[in-house]
C-alpha cells in the first residue's frame, strides 16, 4: 500500500477553515460596531456655548523661523557730515541733537570777513562789466561808423568779456555761500552766512559751539534720515535656501 501525501488538499482545508474563522470574526466585528455606535447632534447654540468653531479643512504650506544675527544699518546717501563752505567762526548754532531737519534748512552761521571782502569784489567786478559794456558798444558804433579802429574794438570786446567772465563767477560764488547777489547789488552786505543740511532727517552728535573756529573740512555735526533703514544679517551656509525677499 502506497501512501498518498496531497498537500493542495491540507492547504484548501486551512484557507476555508481560516475563511470560516474570518466570517466568524467579521460577524462578530458588525455587532460589536452597531452596538458602539453613536451619533450625537449638537445645536448652533451648544456649539457657541462649548466653543466649537467648525471649518473646512485647508492645504497650507507650513513655515519656518530662522533665529539670525545682524545690524540694522542706513543707505549712504541718507546720512550726512555737515560742513561750511567757507571758514570762519560759528556764530549761531539753531539745532539741537535728536532734532528733526528738512533738507535745506539752516543749522548755524558763519562768519568770515573774506565774506564780506567777496562781495565788495562783485560790486566792483559789477561796474568794471558796464564800463566795458559801455565802451564796447561805443567802439562798435564808431567801427559801423568808419571812424573806428578794429584793434580798439578787439580790445574792448575782450575787456567786456573778461568783465562778464569774472562777475559770473563772483555771482555762483555768492549762490553757493547763500549770499543773494541782487541783494549786494543794491548795496546789502552781510557778514555771516546760513550752514544748510542737504538731506531731511534728525541731528544726530553737534561738534561745535559758538565761537568755534571751523574750516571747510571740520565736521560741523550728522544728520541721518532714519525712514528707510535696512538689515545686514549672518546666515548660516545651510540656512540660506529658507531666506527670500519677502
Known sequence: M??????????ALVILASCSGNKNAENQTKETGERRTEEVELTQEQLNTVGITLGK?????????IHVNGKLKLNPQDKAEVTSLVGGIVRKISVIEDQQVKAGQTV????????????????????EKETAQLEHQRQRMLSAQ???????????????ATAQA??????HQLVQIGISSEQVATGKIVSQVPVRTTIPGVVGKVSVNTGTYVDTTTPLMQVADNSTVYASLNVFERNISQVEVG
Open 146 to 160: 568808419g571812424a573806428g579802429v578794429e584793434k580798439t574794438l578787439q580790445q574792448a570786446e575782450a575787456a567786456y
Open 2 to 11: 502506497k501512501t498518498i501525501y496531497i498537500p493542495i488538499m491540507a492547504g
Open 57 to 65: 479643512v485647508e492645504k497650507k504650506e507650513l513655515g519656518s523661523v
Open 166 to 171: 569774472r562777475l559770473t563767477g563772483l555771482h
Open 108 to 127: 548755524n552761521y558763519i562768519e568770515n570777513a573774506e565774506i564780506v571782502e567777496m562781495q565788495k569784489n562783485y560790486l566792483v567786478t559789477a561796474r
